[in-house]
């Protein structure tokens, strides 16, 4: 019997995923997944479709595989430092201040699905860089507010110990 390019792709990735805690979309315990954090909707990877998406096979299969996480109040610090997604390399850019925490719970995600989640809940845009036709590492960068848009103005000052008082006090016709 003659083995088909696909028949043994899959058969290297499931040789390689034996290691690995995943479970089967198949399986009759998957159920979907739960984002949880300030303003954000609940539901795994409904859009994770046309996210990450490269030429390159074998991280189509790894961003494809499947598994169940838990990452209970996670800090965009941490997020890319946990299994299943910190197998690959990442460079952080302009990454958001004082972002809210993680919660993200299911019993079959992908790794494209988590990075799509971690993606929209913290405002980042990511984009795999590629280097002779092959991933180098995944470009995480922060959203930069639109032009136009509203940027509360810079304080006025600051009163430190050497300015009077009435220096920073408003103006008597504004009470």
């Known amino acids: 019997m003659k083995a088909t390019p696909l028949a043994v792709l899959l058969a290297i990735g499931a040789l390689v995923s034996l290691g690995c805690e995943s479970t089967s979309p198949d399986s009759p315990s998957s159920a979907s997944g739960e984002l949880q954090g300030p303003g954000t909707p609940t539901g795994a990877g409904g859009g994770a479709i046309g996210f990450l998406v490269t030429n390159y096979a074998p991280l189509e299969q ?8 838990r990452y209970e109040n996670m800090p965009l610090s941490m997020v890319f430092e946990q299994q299943p997604i910190a197998e690959i390399r990442y460079k952080l850019e302009n990454l958001p201040q ?7 719970v299911s019993s079959s ?10 993606s929209d809940f913290f405002s980042v845009d990511m984009t ?5 036709g092959q991933p180098s590492q ?4 922060g959203r930069q507010a639109p032009a136009g848009s509203y940027t509360p103005p810079a304080p006025l ?3 430190s110990s050497n300015q009077p008082a009435d220096v920073l006090s408003p103006d008597p ?3």
């Open 128 to 132: 795999v860089e590629m280097v002779n």
């Open 98 to 104: 004082n972002a809210p925490v993680l919660n993200l």
């Open 173 to 175: 016709a504004l009470r």
């Open 109 to 118: 995600i992908s790794r494209r699905e988590i990075l799509k989640e971690v």
């Open 138 to 141: 995944v470009i995480v960068r």
């Open 157 to 159: 000052g600051t009163l």
């Open 62 to 69: 790894w961003m494809d595989e499947r598994f169940k996480v």
